[in-house]
């Protein structure tokens, strides 16, 4: 059975710049969550999506967003990069979004501004 | 909101030591309860869980009781190994408006075991 995979695993980008990372979730798992981790803190929620459609979203801003795809891989996009975007970005899929499912993480993308 | 307060890092301790590490929450409803590990450069991988009160999540030697009363999961391990060096985050289940749920994390805590 394949974990989640993420790619690519480091990015450089410049301010300003767009940067789309990608994700492939665990086979039979149709929801995927999308967490931002800045160096020493706790990963913090961006948005999920189950089959295809934006189920909840957290607390960052439209230049953040995402896709799902019918074979339930996802794609995070960042528009007009800022410094504060920084960060490892976490991807994990679940087998459905329910209360108590397990989020199974991939390894990460560390994106870096400058 | 809810959220999850961790006891500040590092811990520091020398191989068969006792570890406990303090995880308190704040929650509306009873959201289930987690402790990942992320060992270094690398994604978090899940340690243990609970979904209810006074359940008991174990793994590899790691415990942690869901106390309802004192808001509260810590992490606990019998005798570490330097193998254990890693960061630990406590989390929780929100359930969101959708229905659905996301994590909540605490800002986790380094752990790093010496011969």
């Known amino acids: 059975e394949t974990g989640v995979t993420q790619s690519p695993t480091h990015l450089i980008k410049t301010r300003g710049q767009q940067v789309t990372l990608r994700c492939s979730s665990q086979s039979g798992h149709n929801t995927v969550s999308w967490y931002q981790q800045a160096l020493g803190q706790g990963p913090q929620f961006i948005f999920q999506?189950?089959?295809?459609?934006?189920?909840g979203r957290g607390n960052f801003p439209p230049r953040f967003s995402g896709l799902q795809f019918p074979n339930y891989s996802s794609e995070l996009n960042v528009n007009a990069l800022e410094l504060d975007d920084s960060a490892l970005y976490l991807c994990?899929?679940?087998?459905?979004?329910?209360?108590?499912?397990?989020?199974?993480f991939g390894p990460g993308t560390r994106l870096t501004v400058l | 909101g809810n959220s999850v307060t961790q006891m500040e890092g590092p811990v520091t301790l020398s191989e068969e030591a006792f570890l406990t590490i303090n995880c308190t929450y704040t929650a509306t409803g009873y959201p289930s309860l987690f402790w990942y590990v992320q060992y270094p450069g690398e994604g978090l991988q899940l340690l243990l869980k609970?979904?209810?009160?006074?359940d008991k999540g174990s793994n590899k030697g790691f415990e942690a009781t869901y106390r309802k009363e004192t808001t509260s999961f810590h992490l606990e391990k019998g005798s570490v190994q330097v193998s254990d060096s890693a960061v630990y985050f406590c989390a929780l289940s929100e359930l969101m408006n959708t229905g659905f749920q996301k994590l909540v994390f605490g800002t986790g805590t380094r752990l790093l075991v010496s011969p």
């Open positions: 609970a979904t209810k009160a006074d």
């Open positions: 994990a899929s679940s087998p459905g979004a329910n209360q108590g499912n397990e989020q199974f």
């Open positions: 999506y189950y089959r295809e459609e934006e189920n």
